[in-house]
């Protein structure tokens, strides 16, 4: 099977004093193409932590981080920069776009920050400005756009390099209800479309109906790993 993200026994240790802190503890975890997955638990159990890892952001301790076939835990800093260009995209909760650009060039720059070509750069965005529901504010700021579509407009500049792998941090916690409903959907249609393979940090238990797997993390564990659907009815924790 396809399966762009696997890590097998990914330790992860911070200094602590005198002592480490294990901010991941043997996590094996393994994401296939089209597959979505909700990482929740409580503070400080390890899920941006696990997210910074499988984004080749930070090394671990031990363990080994495969993406797209490719094992990232031994390979050198430039080539580590290089992957995570061509194979993954990154959703953090604020939306970091430029001021100064409108939302169809926030997604040619980065698209021309990997050296492609302008006019093919040109037409991706406007085709996934057209995925995202943003064919009509291509050409807005981001101080035009609501909450929801700057954080759209994020999720399409994520799509831009054809990631494999999509990895998101909260993605609602800034928006209200309705808006978190429509950007964990659209999650999961760009999941679906472009058959990635997402891991979505969220506090929010209401949407992960729409994910398949909900994976709980506690002391930098994975406790439990169920299909979405056992876990949708309970209250949210
Ligand atoms: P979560 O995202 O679930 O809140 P984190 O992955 O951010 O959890 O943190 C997991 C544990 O690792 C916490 O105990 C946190 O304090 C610790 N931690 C995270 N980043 C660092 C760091 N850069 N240095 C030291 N400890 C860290
Ligand atoms: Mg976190």
């Known amino acids: ?15 602590d004093g005198e002592d480490t802190l294990k901010a991941l503890d043997r996590v094996s ?16 159990s390890g ?3 696990l997210l910074a890892v499988s984004a080749a ?9 495969t ?14 920069t ?17 001021p100064s650009l409108t939302s169809a060039e926030q ?13 093919a750069a040109r037409r991706r965005a406007a085709e996934l400005l057209d995925v995202v529901g943003l064919g009509t504010v291509r050409d807005k700021r981001p101080h035009q756009l609501s909450g929801g579509q700057r954080q759209r407009v994020n999720i399409a500049r994520a799509l831009m390099g054809r990631p494999r792998v999509l990895l998101v941090d909260e993605p609602t916690a800034a928006l209200d209800h309705e808006r978190s409903a429509g950007i964990v959907r659209l999650l999961r249609e760009v999941t679906d479309e472009f058959n990635v393979a997402t891991v979505m940090v969220t506090h929010d238990t209401d949407f992960v109906s729409l994910t398949d797997t909900v994976a709980t993390m506690r002391d930098g564990r994975i406790r439990s790993l169920q299909p979405s659907g056992s876990v949708t009815s309970r209250a949210s924790s």
């Not at 993406?67 to 580590?80: S, Y």
């Not at 997604?107 to 006019?119: F, Q, S, T």
């Open 82 to 98: 290089a992957l995570r260009r061509e194979k993954i995209g990154i959703i953090f909760q604020q939306p970091n776009l430029l």
């Open 29 to 44: 975890l393994a994401v296939g193409a089209g597959d979505f997955l909700a990482l929740v638990g409580p503070s400080g």
């Open 107 to 119: 997604l040619v720059l980065a698209d021309h920050l990997r050296g492609k070509p302008l006019m």
């Open 1 to 15: 099977m396809d399966t762009p993200l696997n890590l097998v026994n990914v330790t992860l240790e911070y200094p």
């Open 67 to 80: 993406i797209d076939g490719e094992v990232v835990t031994g390979l050198r800093d430039a080539d580590l």
């Open 47 to 49: 899920k941006s932590s």
């Open 57 to 65: 952001l930070i090394r671990p301790t031990s363990g080994a981080v």
